[in-house]
């Protein structure tokens, strides 16, 4: 099929869920309450995707209150109890973040739940979204190895053993998250790249690297509007992530400023290119997703096209997210018939 769709990863939660206010509150326990509120949010946003026309889905990242801390919160050697205020992203914005203080070992199993109801529950295609290790450690305080690039290839390590479970629970896209990729360019042909490769050593499950310029903040969004109007940073970092065994590169493409020639350097890569706005609550049309799709294809095979969201929509209202989605599906559907 050309064009299938995807998204980048997480949906909004459903209000019963996400809503510190409400009477009924499943997080204020560890219990099966809480368990059956996540099951019931995964099978939800896997039957969202469906009903919008997504070809490959994902869990919608219901069962994480973020997408790194999701992943740490199973790992030994962290300490969520005394958290520091850190700089992210080059100082961009502070954070109180959770603190590295021995040895990283898994205490067992991180997603095994959501995937394997969401595998269950759907026939189509499984995405499943991890952060990579540069993203990690630019979000979690190091009292530990000293190191960050030592701290960072023993996070890949982790990782790498969360993955190989996922595919044997029937994952069939692994995509790791490295927002971080934009703002380190010179350590992402250093080293980022390395840890990478070393997240995903030996999955035979298609793999993916998801890099943006950050959505859901103000702090992002006040960053952006120094950068002009041509985002070329990624002229920087494509040419070594092409060069990788990555085979799958998920980039915003819709109103972002990245000049889509810059496509061009990921020769052989599939390219997931963002077609839906999550930082805009317009909702697109079928022609807009067409369009932005047309435009790729001038750079991209047409056969390496993955239709998907710039990044996750975990931050808007559930109704426009639902809205765009069906935006997604019906205009990869549009663009079929006109290019395919």
């Not at 896997?46 to 997504?54: M, R, S, T």
Request: proline share 5%; net charge negative.
């Amino acid at each position: 099929m050309l064009f299938p769709t995807t998204i980048a990863g997480s949906l909004p939660k459903p209000e019963w869920l996400a809503e510190p206010n409400t009477l009924w509150a499943p997080w204020k326990s560890s219990g099966p309450e809480l368990a059956r509120a996540k099951r019931d949010a995964t099978m939800l946003a896997v039957k969202l995707q469906e009903d919008a026309g997504v070809d490959i889905v994902t869990e919608g990242e219901q069962a994480r209150q973020h997408f790194v801390h999701g992943f740490l919160e199973k790992i030994e050697g962290i300490d969520f109890a005394h958290k520091v205020e850190m700089g992210i992203r080059k100082d961009r914005y502070k954070a109180m973040v959770p603190q590295v203080v021995a040895p990283l070992r898994l205490k067992g199993r991180v997603h095994a739940d959501e995937a394997r109801i969401a595998r269950t529950h759907t026939t189509r295609k499984l995405k499943f979204t991890l952060p990579g290790p540069m993203t990690i450690i630019d979000t979690i305080a190091d009292q530990y190895y000293g190191d960050r690039v030592k701290m960072a290839f023993a996070f890949a390590e982790l990782l790498n053993e969360e993955a190989k479970a996922l595919q044997a629970d029937g994952v069939d896209v692994i995509q790791f998250d490295e927002p971080a990729f934009n703002v380190y360019m010179d350590e992402v042909s250093d080293w980022g790249i390395k840890a990478l490769e070393r997240a995903a050593e030996g999955l035979t499950c298609a793999t993916a690297v998801h890099i943006c310029y950050g959505y859901g903040i103000k702090a992002n969004t006040d960053w952006k509007e120094t950068l002009g109007s041509e985002w070329r940073q990624y002229e920087e970092i494509f040419p070594a992530i092409a060069n990788s065994p990555i085979q799958q590169v998920a980039i915003e493409c819709r109103n972002s400023r990245v000049p889509l020639e810059l496509l061009g350097l990921l020769t052989g890569k599939v390219v997931q290119a963002g077609v839906i706005d999550v930082a805009s609550d317009t909702v697109e049309t079928a022609e807009d997703v067409a369009k932005v799709i047309d435009d790729v294809s001038k750079f991209v095979p047409k056969s390496n096209i993955v239709a998907t969201t710039n990044c996750g929509m975990a931050p808007m209202h559930r109704d426009i997210a639902e809205a765009k989605l069906m935006a997604l599906g019906a205009g990869a559907k549009l663009a079929r018939q006109r290019l395919g």
